[in-house]
T-cell receptor, first 114, second 114 residues
Framework: GQQVMQIPQYQHVQEGEDFTTYCNSS?????IQWYKQRPGGHPVFLIQ?????EVKKQKRLTFQFGEAKKNSSLHITATQTTDVGTYFC??????????????FGKGTKLSVIP | KAGVTQTPRYLIKTRGQQVTLSCSPI?????VSWYQQTPGQGLQFLFE???????NKGNFPGRFSGRQFSNSRSEMNVSTLELGDSALYLC?????????????FGNGTRLTVT
């Protein structure tokens, strides 16, 4: 079945440093979604990328979708302590008969040292 | 608009017992998905319901079941609990089903099986 892999699993950065997490799918995706889960919280939808090569920005966060629509990245510029949490990518898996399930990567847990 | 509501927030059960978890989606959302989250396996898809019909099922044993009511509220049931069922169970809703629908998660139910 489809797999969505994320690296790294953990990342510790000094406040102010940049951070990047990478996501790779074993199959071509129709879209990719990114979620953030704060410690003790639940995943919160951040953004969806649909087009090949698409780049979207949300303040200090930059999201990219690869040309082949099989990989994606999330880059945070000048991390802040509010960025702490686990970042997940997720892609839809075709379950047949027009139904889909969202398959999540295992996430990258970001720690920011003040 | 109220978010996704899950009850109860915490639950402690004994091996062999059964449990029912409840989820009320965002008003107007007709699709409800359930995920199991554990430190080792991450977010794993359990099932999705749309218009009272199970659209998708993940790779979980038959002890895990669910249903959706006409008001889109959903319940999931786990029978004959095992220690390995201890996890955070997350419910997520979206307006429609399909590969393009970002998920809105509830706070989850933390199930501990002793």
């Amino acid at each position: 079945g489809q797999q969505v892999m994320q690296i790294p699993q953990y990342q510790h950065v000094q406040e102010g440093e940049d951070f990047t997490t990478y996501c790779n799918s074993s199959t071509t995706l129709s879209n990719i979604q990114w979620y953030k889960q704060r410690p003790g919280g639940h995943p919160v939808f951040l953004i969806q990328l649909v087009k090949s090569g698409e780049v979207k920005k949300q303040k200090r966060l930059t999201f990219q979708f690869g040309e082949a629509k099989k990989n994606s990245s999330l880059h945070i510029t000048a991390t802040q302590t509010t960025d702490v949490g686990t970042y997940f990518c997720a892609g839809p898996t075709d379950s047949g008969a027009g139904s889909y399930q969202l398959t999540f990567g295992k996430g990258t847990k970001l720690s920011v040292i003040p | 608009k109220a978010g996704v509501t899950q009850t109860p927030r915490y639950l402690i059960k004994t091996r062999g017992q059964q449990v029912t978890l409840s989820c009320s989606p965002i008003s107007g959302h007709r699709s409800v998905s359930w995920y199991q989250q554990t430190p080792g396996q991450g977010l794993q898809f359990l099932f999705e319901y749309f218009s009272e019909t199970q659209r998708n099922k993940g790779n979980f044993p038959g002890r895990f079941s669910g249903r959706q009511f006409s008001n889109s509220r959903s319940e999931m049931n786990v029978s004959t609990l095992e220690l390995g069922d201890s996890a955070l169970y997350l419910c997520a809703s979206s307006p429609v089903t399909g590969d393009n629908s970002p998920l809105h998660f509830g706070n989850g139910t933390r199930l501990t099986v002793t």
